[in-house]
C-alpha cells in the first residue's frame, strides 16, 4: 500500500527559529494535508494543497505541493512555544477513500 | 460551528472486557471514519461510513470490533472483548464529502487503556 515517509523524526529547536520539515511517497498522491497534534488531542488540519507545484501559507505556516508529487514540505517561521506537537502529513489513500498518515515529525521548541 | 465530538475521553477496563466509544461528527457531515492512532504513529483507519453505509470496513478486525451509525449521524464503535493490545487512541473523524471529501475533521479521541 501507499506509504508516507516524515522526516526528520524529531526536532528540537531555539523559540524564534524558522523549521522544516517533508514528506514524500511511495507513490503520486493528488493531495497533501497537514495536521498538527497537541498531547491528547485529535489532529488539527492545518493546510490543505490540491495542485502540483501549489505553495500555500496559513500565517507562519507555509507548505509546498512538490512538482513530483510525491513530496510535500512544510515550513514554520520565527516558531514559538505553542508551535510543540506532532506534525502529520496525510494524504488520500489509492481510491481516494481514506487519509493515509506519515508517523508523524515531534517538534519542540526551547524558549 | 461544533467540532466532532467523542466520548468518553478516557477509558480504562480489564483484559476480556466489552468497550464502546461515541462520535457526533459535524453537522452536515455524510462521510464519518473511525481511525486507530497507536503511539508514535499516525492514525489508521478502521472504518469509514458513507451516511449509514460502512463502505470500507477492510482493516476492522471483525472479529472482536463492530460499529455502526444509525439514521447516518452519530456513530458507535465496540470491542468484544478488548485485549491488552487494543490499548491505543481511538479517533473519529467526519468529512462533507463530494470533492471536499479529502479534508477529515478529528475529534479529541478517546484514549483506551486495557490492564
Known amino acids: 500500500g501507499q506509504q508516507l515517509n516524515q522526516s526528520p523524526q524529531s526536532m528540537f529547536i531555539q523559540e524564534g527559529e524558522d523549521v522544516s520539515m517533508n514528506c514524500t511517497s511511495s507513490s503520486i498522491f493528488n493531495t497533501w494535508l497537514w495536521y498538527k497534534q497537541d498531547p491528547g488531542e485529535g489532529p488539527v488540519l492545518l493546510i490543505a494543497l490540491y495542485k502540483a507545484g501549489e505553495l500555500t501559507s496559513n500565517g507562519r505556516l507555509t507548505a509546498q505541493f512538490g512538482i513530483t508529487r510525491k513530496d510535500s514540505f512544510l515550513n514554520i517561521s520565527a516558531s514559538i512555544p505553542s508551535d510543540v506537537g506532532i506534525y502529520f502529513c496525510a494524504g488520500p489513500g489509492e481510491y481516494g477513500n481514506k487519509l493515509v498518515f506519515g508517523a508523524g515529525t515531534i517538534l519542540r521548541v526551547k524558549s | 460551528e461544533a467540532g466532532v465530538v467523542q466520548s468518553p475521553r478516557y477509558k480504562i477496563i480489564e483484559k476480556k472486557q466489552p468497550v464502546a466509544f461515541w462520535c457526533n461528527p459535524i453537522s452536515g457531515h455524510n462521510t464519518l471514519y473511525w481511525y486507530l492512532q497507536n503511539l508514535g504513529q499516525g492514525p489508521e483507519l478502521l472504518i469509514r461510513y458513507e451516511n449509514e453505509e460502512a463502505v470500507d470496513d477492510s482493516q476492522l478486525p471483525k472479529d472482536r470490533f463492530s460499529a455502526e451509525r444509525l439514521k447516518g449521524v452519530d456513530s458507535t464503535l465496540k470491542i468484544q472483548p478488548a485485549e491488552l493490545g487494543d490499548s491505543a487512541v481511538y479517533l473519529c473523524?467526519?468529512?462533507?464529502?463530494?470533492?471536499?471529501?479529502?479534508?477529515?475533521?478529528f475529534g479529541q479521541g478517546t484514549r483506551l487503556t486495557v490492564v
Open positions: 473523524a467526519s468529512s462533507p464529502g463530494g470533492t471536499m471529501n479529502t479534508e477529515a475533521f
